[in-house]
């Protein structure tokens, strides 16, 4: 498989990137690598692609630390399959960490537990870049990537690193849960990628991961969405109340924007005194990223990409009227964003 100009223009970059980033970190100490709270098998991969890459050029570990919990029974597999060891942030004391990295998030998003006081020396992400990460000694910021595991993979292949089964699968895995088998928000390099691991990825694990046994909970969830979706014309509406792992959010979303006739999902959902919120859309015109941002202004924190985008509300105690008054101003901001004025909603499952 030859490279087109733009893989090979990517490759060209993330040797420069790696190495620039190896001969900063050669003689620093302890390394802790910081991951979103609530890893995704984007961030998860990318981590266990930066720390073998530590481990061979600079034989050096690095500590891979996260906050909140693995909810999604897929990510808790990949995490076992796969042999992913992760620490809580709160069990370690930073101060101990010569390098601080973060991957797959930056200071101050709100979908990390890094005090904001905390330094950061190294970012790399996929996101938009964010004003605190130009305070950062090193950054590598692709928001025209799918997947920051497509930035650690390009670091592997052009620092000339043998990339193992395990790597390899969860890398490919990777990819394709975050762009859908590429359907969603991938670039030239991410298809690269995605067909070169796929070969070395272990089918079996693959299997394993992609198709886990689910908690009587994650069925319960789809039937409360289901029941409580509610459609303004081409955007529909979903109020999951309170919620057991904060990921079933963004599953949700990512279930109900299959519906015929919908191009935008809102989903929401109360955990931990916070409202997690999840936009999805299949209208390439919007920016779910932006939207997304200023829904929450003023109210929480939030961020995104073209398709899909995340953010919370923070301090929220839970009350099922509240979360009611929540989502009718949520719907009255994303209306507005989206030109529509005044609609009214008919429910998904109409009562008899």
Same mark, same amino acid.
């Given at each position: 498989?030859?490279?087109?100009? #733009?893989?090979?223009? *990517?490759?060209?970059?993330?040797?420069?990137?790696?190495?620039?980033?190896?001969?900063?970190?050669?003689? !620093?100490?302890?390394?802790?690598? =910081?991951?979103?709270?609530?890893?995704?098998?984007?961030?998860?991969?990318?981590?266990?692609?930066?720390?073998?890459?530590?481990?061979?050029?600079?034989?050096?570990?690095?500590?891979?630390?996260?906050?909140?919990?693995?909810?999604?029974?897929?990510?808790?597999?990949?995490?076992? +399959?796969?042999?992913?060891?992760?620490?809580?942030?709160?069990?370690?004391?930073?101060?101990?960490? *010569?390098?601080?990295?973060?991957?797959?998030?930056?200071?101050?998003?709100?979908?990390?537990?890094?005090?904001?006081?905390?330094?950061?020396?190294?970012?790399?992400?996929?996101?938009?870049?964010?004003?605190?990460?130009?305070?950062?000694?090193?950054?590598?910021?692709?928001?025209?990537?799918?997947?920051?595991?497509? =930035?650690?993979?390009?670091?592997?292949?052009?620092?000339?690193?043998?990339?193992?089964?395990?790597?390899?699968?969860?890398?490919?895995?990777?990819?394709?849960?975050?762009?859908?088998?590429?359907?969603?928000?991938?670039?030239?390099?991410?298809?690269?990628?995605?067909?070169?691991?796929?070969?070395?990825?272990?089918?079996?694990?693959?299997?394993? =991961?992609?198709?886990? !046994?689910?908690?009587? +909970?994650?069925?319960?969830? =789809?039937? #409360?969405?289901?029941?409580?979706?509610?459609?303004?014309?081409?955007?529909?509406?979903?109020?999951?109340?309170?919620?057991?792992?904060?990921?079933?959010?963004?599953?949700?979303?990512?279930?109900?924007?299959?519906?015929?006739?919908?191009?935008?999902?809102?989903?929401?959902?109360?955990?931990?005194?916070?409202?997690?919120? #999840?936009?999805?859309?299949?209208?390439?015109?919007?920016?779910?990223?932006?939207?997304?941002?200023?829904?929450?202004?003023?109210?929480?924190?939030?961020?995104?990409?073209?398709?899909?985008?995340?953010?919370?509300?923070?301090?929220?105690?839970?009350?099922?009227?509240?979360?009611?008054?929540?989502?009718?101003?949520?719907?009255?901001?994303?209306?507005?964003?989206?030109?529509?004025?005044?609609?009214?909603?008919?429910?998904?499952?109409?009562?008899?």
């Amino acid at each position: 498989m030859i490279a087109d100009s #733009s893989v090979q223009e *990517s490759l060209r970059h993330s040797k420069e990137h790696s190495d620039a980033m190896l001969e900063w970190l050669r003689g !620093k100490g302890k390394t802790i690598i =910081i991951i979103h709270d609530n890893p995704d098998p984007d961030c998860l991969a990318s981590a266990m692609a930066l720390r073998h890459l530590l481990t061979m050029k600079l034989n050096r570990d690095a500590v891979i630390a996260f906050s909140g919990m693995i909810g999604r029974s897929e990510n808790i597999a990949m995490a076992k +399959e796969l042999e992913i060891t992760l620490v809580p942030l709160e069990m370690l004391a930073l101060e101990e960490y *010569s390098v601080v990295c973060m991957l797959d998030t930056q200071p101050g998003t709100g979908n990390n537990s890094l005090p904001a006081d905390c330094r950061v020396d190294i970012v790399i992400d996929h996101h938009p870049p964010r004003e605190s990460t130009q305070k950062c000694r090193w950054a590598d910021i692709r928001d025209d990537y799918g997947v920051t595991a497509t =930035i650690l993979y390009e670091y592997l292949v052009t620092q000339n690193i043998q990339i193992g089964t395990k790597l390899a699968t969860a890398l490919f895995y990777a990819i394709k849960s975050e762009t859908q088998d590429l359907g969603r928000e991938a670039n030239q390099p991410d298809r690269d990628a995605y067909f070169r691991l796929f070969p070395l990825a272990n089918k079996r694990l693959l299997y394993e =991961i992609t198709h886990p !046994k689910l908690p009587v +909970e994650h069925f319960r969830t =789809i039937h #409360s969405g289901v029941e409580n979706a509610k459609i303004y014309g081409k955007l529909l509406v979903v109020n999951l109340q309170a919620i057991y792992f904060p990921e079933v959010v963004a599953e949700i979303a990512d279930y109900l924007i299959r519906l015929e006739g919908i191009e935008t999902v809102l989903s929401m959902g109360h955990y931990n005194d916070e409202v997690i919120l #999840s936009i999805r859309t299949t209208n390439t015109l919007l920016n779910a990223g932006e939207i997304i941002r200023r829904l929450v202004a003023g109210r929480g924190t939030a961020g995104g990409h073209g398709m899909m985008a995340g953010g919370k509300l923070d301090n929220v105690p839970f009350d099922p009227a509240t979360l009611e008054e929540m989502e009718t101003f949520l719907t009255r901001r994303l209306l507005g964003e989206l030109s529509m004025g005044d609609v009214m909603p008919k429910r998904l499952i109409e009562a008899p």
